[in-house]
């Protein structure tokens, strides 16, 4: 029995010597050739097995390889894969240089998930952060304009805030919502008007809520344009999605703060000038008409001959009579001129934006902190837009499977706006006779500010009486951000399992006024008054 137990031990023994001679371990550490700091979560896999790790948070890794591995291979995002010959040594150390070319072509799509832009079987087009910014445009549709194909941009106007229409491909409904569905840093957002002003020829327009976002904010836009890029986000994503990835400091070198400070100023101006005629006077038929929209009197240099209003037989030779000045308590005569009415409505528009952001990225994680202002006057009077915006995201390595990280954006937009279609400013600009004086003729009566003096009767207002007595605005304050945790582990060799859960939340209130002073449209009773308070529920995705 004795002499059993010991041919035992010995068979043990002889054993694990024989495994130990089969496999060997080897450690080592991966760095970064620009900086020399460690990389963490670099695949290290023994090549042609499933046999793999990733590098610690300290960029360390210890793996058990077979003793006929021939072959370490290393990989990381945007560094150029390695693949060392194992040797005698067990200590393994590896310096890893950056890729630029490793990163193009990958786009993000659904879900958050970033592919090679070629192994994708639908249509997706990318629009970096400095196209966006480059003509230093407040909204970010506007910032689009023209920067990718198939995709239609209509704004309403050229106004601080005017809301624009997006579709991809083309409209896919007559009646219903043709919108594509917005993602920002991998959640589903909204973004149109806070109501509809459905047929409605009265009042101002409503801005869609792609307003809040700032594009200097943006690293980078995808555009799915197929129905099978849109098939993990539903219904909602039929008319196609528009993925939005804000900047952050994963691409920062690691420990070394990025602090950007950034203004733009830009100017607009009327781009043309309607073809107005200027032979003829206020009026119709031939006959001068003081009160008329139609520009079809006598010709504009026979006025003085005007049997009623010319200076010729009333001692006035070469003037004729003005009657809106005799309303202003002016001196009524005055000798015939053109006038450009369209020219003299409107102004230079000017737009200032500043940028401050502070990103950092450490072993293990990195963050990013901005605010930024806007500060736009419009070409017409009495309009411009406000806009606050400030940004936090940041992420963090828990250990070689856990990733977790969150993405917020508050904004504060103020919009001052025109009324469109019947009680439309410029329509009353656009339609005014050459003959007539809008800008230099005053727009009340002396001591009597809600009686107007304009060139057409009706319920009609001057537009420089609007900019002093009427108000059109809407605030909005948004919040709408996320937190994840990721689970990423190696399968087996080019394939991995990524897991994702992420919940977040898109909440506004938007506050709208349009209210018609004392005076406004013919009405000497009351004031016509629009407030609405538009409390959006707490959309929450999980």
């Not at 001679?21 to 450690?27: F, G, I, K, V």
């Not at 073809?275 to 240099?301: E, L, R």
């Not at 996320?482 to 977040?504: C, H, P, W």
Request: with cysteine; glycine share 12%; charged share 15%.
């Amino acid at each position: 029995m004795r002499r059993f137990t010991l041919l035992f031990a010995l068979m043990i023994f002889i054993g694990v010597q024989w495994a130990q001679a089969q496999t060997r371990t080897l450690s080592g550490s991966v760095t970064n050739a620009d900086d020399g700091s460690t990389i963490p979560g670099v695949s290290v896999v023994v090549k042609g097995t499933t046999v793999g790790t990733t590098t610690d948070l300290d960029g360390r890794y210890s793996l058990l390889v077979p003793a006929d591995a021939k072959i370490l291979q290393f990989s990381f995002v945007g560094m150029k894969t390695i693949e060392i010959l194992i040797g005698a040594e067990n200590v393994i150390n590896v310096t890893m240089q950056p890729e630029v070319t490793a990163i193009e072509g990958v786009v993000v799509t659904a879900l958050g998930i970033s592919r090679e832009k070629k192994s994708l079987g639908y249509a997706v087009q990318s629009v970096a952060d400095e196209d966006l910014i480059r003509t230093g445009n407040v909204n970010l549709l506007g910032a689009l304009q023209g920067k990718v194909s198939g995709v239609d941009i209509k704004p309403s106007s050229g106004m601080p805030g005017a809301s624009s229409q997006l579709q991809i491909r083309g409209a896919r409904s007559f009646t219903g919502n043709n919108t594509p569905l917005y993602v920002v840093d991998g959640m589903p957002i909204s973004s149109t008007p806070a109501y509809s002003t459905g047929n409605s020829v009265t009042g101002s327009d409503i801005s869609n809520r792609a307003i809040d976002i700032n594009p200097a904010d943006i690293e980078s836009i995808e555009v799915l344009k197929g129905q099978a890029a849109a098939a993990l986000y539903g219904i909602r994503a039929s008319n196609g999605v528009v993925i939005i990835t804000t900047k952050s400091g994963k691409y920062n070198q690691i420990g070394k703060p990025v602090v950007s400070i950034g203004h733009n100023s830009s100017f607009d101006v009327v781009s043309r000038t309607p073809d107005y005629q200027t032979t003829y006077a206020q009026g119709s038929g031939g006959k001068y008409v003081n009160n008329s929209s139609y520009s079809w009197g006598p010709k504009i240099v026979d006025l003085p001959d005007d049997p009623t209003y010319g200076g010729n037989n009333h001692g006035h030779p070469g003037m004729y009579r003005v009657m809106q000045l005799e309303q202003a308590g002016l001196d009524p005569w005055v000798y015939p001129k053109v006038y450009n009415n369209w020219n003299d409505y409107f102004r230079t528009g000017y737009t200032m934006t500043n940028n401050f952001s502070i990103s950092q990225a450490v072993k293990g994680g990195n963050f990013s902190l901005g605010y930024s202002n806007t500060d736009q006057t419009g070409i017409a009077l009495n309009t411009g837009l406000t806009r606050h915006n400030v940004k936090a995201n940041a992420e963090r390595i828990l250990n070689n499977y856990f990733k977790v990280g969150f993405s917020s954006n508050y904004s504060n937009v103020g919009i001052d706006k025109l009324t469109g279609a019947n009680d439309g400013s410029l329509a009353g600009v656009l339609a005014a006779p050459s003959s007539y004086n809008l800008a230099g003729i005053p727009y009340h009566r002396p001591g009597e500010p809600t009686r107007q003096i304009y060139y057409r009767g009706g319920s009609f207002d001057n537009p420089y009486w609007v900019e002093h007595n009427n108000t059109f605005n809407e605030k909005t304050g948004r919040f709408f951000g996320n937190a994840y945790i990721d689970f990423n582990t190696n399968v087996s060799e080019g394939m991995d399992l990524k897991v994702r859960y992420q919940a977040g939340v898109d909440t506004y209130t938007t506050h709208l006024q349009d209210i018609f002073g004392y005076g406004a449209r013919g009405n000497k009773k009351k004031v016509l008054l629009t407030i609405m308070e538009l409390p959006t529920p707490h959309l929450i995705h999980c």
